[in-house]
């Protein structure tokens, strides 16, 4: 169990895992749920444990589309999400692990793609 | 005549000048005057939640502090722009330590608290204007259209932020339609997620977002789908297979008032 | 404004609104003005004085007057309209009984301040455009104003009147004082520090009772100190008895329903700083279980008659900055 | 205060306890044998809102040299709301005497409830000791008390 | 001048061993007052009570102090035994020299010291005592109860059981409450209205009750054996006394489309109206929102058809006056308002619906005459799902932070009786965890699952989509499986929290009893006093003191009568004589004290005082009720001027015993 990346993760996220009740709401409302590999109540239950390395490692932080779903239903104000963001915070900053890179915009624009696509892909996934 | 500081973004200005464009003419037809800072910064584009970190609210601080500055409430159309800068209002004005954090970074000679009030255009149509009033005013009532309003994410959520409207039945959008003369569908995916964030990394989950967004529309008896967020009418249009037109409601509303052709000819 | 007052209070008595005045009247020395009831206009010509000596909180006395019958008339400085409140909500006042006109409030003056400038002999003292003007028997002095004003005026906490039926003068706002700044001071100092401060300070009561006397606050039927029954009777000044009791136990009694009016230290003539205790129970209040104004009106609850579940411990005052 | 045979000075410590949760796990740490100091003398109370500030007071006045309030679990008072009014009299109190410069460990609130037998005893040692570090209390003492 | 007798116990061994007994009476002897100074075996035993009367006696004395065990155990045997020797059972003292002394220390030296001061401040305390009377206040021999469901029924039939005469006062034009509109109850699944409608006709018929329906609490003023109660009879606009209930107005009004409440709305009834078929009272009620007559002066069907003349359309709110001993409130339950909800589609679909709308769904006398028909098309349903906790166990201001108790078991019976009438249906329900304590409830839970074949879903749903076909698409986690599951069911069930009725605020602050956060009202104890609110004389019963399933609510309402027969059988109320009371010549009238007392016993009067130049004043002073006073004692500590002091713990008492132990 990795404390200081919990406490970190804690932090950023402003969130208080241990008030979840393993009701699963989160994973029940989730949009991204079949694309995850981890899904948002494992999200929760994983950082409650200090097991986040695994999370850091997984595509399922970049499968989340911050929809605040389960931000708004979650019965005991969790804010999966805001964990999710954290821990994905967490791995974009460590050296190298931008999630994109500039190099890569040009292929992926089209004609009709609006700026905030890009400008948040980059808030989202670098450093 | 009442003024507001028009927030246009990054993306009106670019791919999505109609929502722009018909959010000023029919202002203009409302008696709304609009009225643009002649500098503002990109809002960020995502509000980033580390809620400890304040560089990332930092442009949207200082559009906040503008706006306060000319002592007129902010206005928005673009969903992105609305949700990231009431975000970071909200934050703002209940977390003492960010504030402090960021007036220290703005170096401003009043430090801003989160005086602002914020209206997304919708929120302007129904609190300022009144959807009452506004029906009044339309000359081309678009009577007998099944229009389907399409939220998305950003829009409502989170609620506590937005409070805008109820995030799971919200009325907003449906009030606009029948204020135009348009009949509301009421659809249980009107609240869910296109795959905004993901359309530049992965067409299939955008897809299937889209594809499920559009279908329960379909499904629901739509003739057409109107949202406020560029990004939502992108993905909706390219990432789906269903052919339901998508509009901004600013150019249904345009069309209402009879001053779309007008602002087309600009 | 006095000639005002004394207009205004003359037509109340013509119409029957009133059948006294509590006022202020003139002292043999133009500073030692006290408070007094007035039942006819000749009176008040004579007698009425409202100036920059006149800073007696008159709410008090009113808890005597209104137990008779008739209505009085008074004049109430802003920072005396929160007494009164205080007093109106303890029933100690029967504010049918009142008709309150609100004045302006100081800064006024002390004149141990004067004289702590080794002026003596003082004849009469004038403002002119804040300098003091003071005649004396060796001749005339002069002071700015501002070096002269009262200790309880040095950090007015409010300009606004809470309570009255009508105004002579304007209105003022609550304002941001800076009255905790001594005992954020004396907070800050070692324990050893704040016992010699305070008992060097509290040494010095000769037990006159002149606090417990001019206190809004303190107006029981029988004070506790002078009731046998109460185990704590006592009534003059014997060895370390004010130290320990008398100071903490009279502000423990008024805490949550001191107005914080600063009579007690006015009055003092040893000068002790009496009112710290009660800013600093104010003080706690505020911190530890929400911004509590007495006075501010007559329906909000006593933070001591009252409580939530999730109030802060005991502890807390252990925990509080390490030594 | 007293001194014993090795000069070790002896505080003496006044413990209010509430009739209904404190005092009966007072009596429990007594049924299971739990030591503390004979330097602890209790008084019993209804319930710990009974206990007047003049009373502490009183108690340093005439030579205690630290006093202890027990009462039940805020939410389990007897009475229903008594120890809560007592959190916010005694909060405001101590904060007082140390605001006067009276040692801050002289004085505490502890929630005993009658279950607690092991915490009363373990709770009666650990501020004897805490007093005991003090030394006698000078500063709230009435000199004419004091004992020769 | 005092005279005070010392007996220093032994305890066999118990204190003898560790404290030097001897040592301590003799020290004990030479304090002020005490003329005798005893130590004895065992004090409590028969021989050492003698010992106590005979010195009572023999000294003629007016205290007693008992060095011995701790006042928990034997103070009362030892009041008793002055009692029988003439002497005022409050002039004894107990020093507690066991428990809290030779139990918890070693050394005899330093032991005995210690007894010995303890002994000291029980003489010094005994010096100061008073003797006390307990006071004695006269009961009401009559009960209300607040609140006409199966708690208030049970607990009135109970109390009219006993010989009481009892009054039901219920805010619906019938009694019978929820469980009215329950089908069947669990676990055994017998049918509700089979024991609760002999219920509701035993309280028509038994004299002793009186039902005052369609009427609500205005205000309550008194304490405990003696409360003054206003009732508001609301105005039904039909004479009780003459409507005979033969419903041939309801068949008559013109106005049909009321949307019937019985049946959650499900269906309609008339302005005119008897709720249900079995109604107690079986009087029609005029509902004005909606009677033309009322509304427009138009119409008076109703009227012209009533043989007996029992509409009155000027009827008018009333108020009545009654005097009661003891009142058992029992005001239940609603299900809370699920409007924040939403992603469930409540108010987009029919086919989603609350709990206790399939219980009518399913009930005979329901919209559907018992046939299970979705509410969009009256299809059979082939696939329901049922959510829990929906509001319950919530952080946020949506829901409710406990657990509503009831849905797990209730959700267990409706997919087992749905199984089992319809076996073609799918009954999924996703739970996110099953709490059946109860006797017989989990082995009911678990029959539902094995016997039944309904499917147990670890998880929760996140999205209900109504579709055009008329299904429901429900998005949903598996938790268990690990994956997001979709199903298209017909109907979706909610599991609403449940919430006190919003009646109850109100009424708590005319009993001053008190609630919690959640208004549900708080017990005096929950282990000690469970069905007695703090203030006495007012009990509690079902669902109105926290979530409650049936078996437990009859328990409880049982309970509650017990307590309040134990209360209408004294003719008078002893009360407990240490109690506060105000010294009026020091009274401020400030109402501190008033504020903190949580029992409401303090009250404040006028009175008339002569001064000592011979005129009168009238002041305001404190009085407190001793028979509701329990003595706590945070109004002497509130009392600024010192004026309130407490009996057997006087201020000077205290003072006494903490100079004692100072010295």
Known sequence: MNNSLKDWVDITSGVNVRKCMRCGKCSATCPSYDEMEYHPHQFVYMVEKGDIEPLMKSDSLYRCLTCFACIERCPRNVEPAKVVEAVRLAAVRKQGNNHLIPDQIPAMLDDALPQQAIVMAFRKYTK | METFTYYPGCTLRTKAKELDRYARASAEALGICLEEPAEWQCCGGAYTIAANEPATKLSAVRTLNAAKELGRPLITVCSACHNVIKQTNYDISRNEAMQTKVNNYLGLEVPYRGETKIYHYLEMLRDVVGFDKLADKVVNPLTGKKIAAYYGCLLLRPSKAMAMDNPENPTIMEDFISAVGGTPVIWAQRNECCGGYITMEDKSQAAKRSNAVMNNAEDMGAEMIITACPLCLYNLEKNSDSELPVFYFTELLAEALGVKEAADNE | ?323 | MQVNNNNEFQPLIVAFCCNWCSYAGADLSGTNRLNYPTNVKIIRVPCSCRVNPMFILRAFQRGADGVILCGCHPGDCHYTSGNYFTRRRMTLLFSMLDFLGIERDRTRVEWVSAAEGAKFAATMNEFTEAVRKLGPNRRLEDLRCRKQ | MQRIGVFVCHCGTNIAATVDVKAVAEALGHEPGVVISQDYQYMCSESGQYLIKDAVKEHSLTGIVVCSCSPRMHENTFRKAAAAAGLNPYLVEIANIREQCSWIHKEIATATEKAIILGRAAVAKVHLNAPLTAGESPVVKRALVIGGGIAGIQTALDIAEAGFEVDIVEKEPTIGGKMAQIDKTFPTLDCAACILTPKMVECAQNDKITIHSFSEIADVKGFVGNFTVTIKKKARFVDETKCTGCGLCTEKCPMKKVPNEFNMGLDNRTAVYIPFAQAVPKVAAIDPDYCLMLKNGKCGVCSKVCSVGAIDYKQTDKFVEEKYGAIVVATGFNPIKIDKYEEFAYNQSPDVVTSLELERLMNAAGPNGGTLLRPSDKKHPHTIVFVQCVGSRCDDENGKPYCSKICCMYTAKHAMLIREKYPDTEVYVFYIDVRTPGKNFDEFYRRAVEQYGVHYIKGMVGKVTPKSDGKLDVQAADLLANEQLHIDADMVVLAAAIEPDKSARPLATMLTTQMDTNDFFTEAHPKLRPVESATAGIFLSGACQGPKDIPETVAQASAAAAKAIGLLCKNSITCNPCVASSDELMCNGCSSCEKVCPYGAITYIDKEFRMPDKTTRIRRVASVNPAVCQGCGACTVACPSGAMDLSGFSNSQIMAEVDAICK
């Open chain 3, 1 to 323: 404004m006095q000639e005002a007052m004394i207009k205004r209070a003359k037509e109340l008595l013509a119409d029957g609104t009133v059948d006294r005045v509590m006022g202020w009247k003139k002292g043999e020395f133009s500073y030692d003005h006290t408070p007094a009831v007035f039942t006819s206009a000749q009176e008040l010509d004579e007698n009425f004085v409202c100036d920059d000596f006149t800073s007696a909180n008159l709410s008090k006395y009113l808890v005597k007057e209104t137990v008779r019958d008739g209505k009085i008339l008074a004049f109430l400085k802003p920072c005396d309209t929160y007494s009164f409140n205080q007093l109106v909500k303890e029933y100690r006042i029967d504010r049918e009984k009142v008709y309150v006109i609100g004045i302006p409030g100081g800064p006024k003056l002390d004149i141990e301040k004067i004289r702590a400038k080794g002026i003596t002999g003082i004849l009469n003292i004038r403002n002119e455009n804040y300098t003091l003007k003071i005649e004396t028997i060796y001749g005339v002095s002069e002071m700015p104003f501002y070096e002269a004003i009262g200790v309880k005026c040095e950090s007015c906490k409010s300009k606004k009147h809470v309570v009255y039926d009508e105004l002579i003068g304007e209105d003022g706002e609550v304002l941001d004082s800076n009255r905790f700044d001594m005992v954020e001071k004396l907070e800050n100092m070692t324990s050893q520090e704040r016992y010699d401060f305070w008992r060097s300070e509290l040494s010095k009561c000769i037990r006159c009772n002149a606090c417990r006397t001019v206190c809004p606050a303190c107006t029981c039927e029988k004070c506790v100190f002078e009731n046998p029954d109460s185990g704590i009777e006592n009534k003059a000044a014997a060895d370390s008895f004010e130290e320990n009791m008398f100071h903490i136990i009279r502000a423990f009694h008024v805490a949550g329903r001191c107005t914080d009016c600063g009579e007690c230290s006015r009055v003092c003539p040893e000068n002790i700083p009496l009112h710290l205790l009660n800013r600093k129970f104010i003080k706690d209040i505020n911190s530890l279980y929400g911004t509590y104004q007495a006075g501010e009106n007559t329906t909000d609850k006593a933070p001591l008659n009252e409580y939530k579940m999730d109030d802060c411990e005991a502890s807390i005052v252990h925990e509080r900055g390490a030594e």
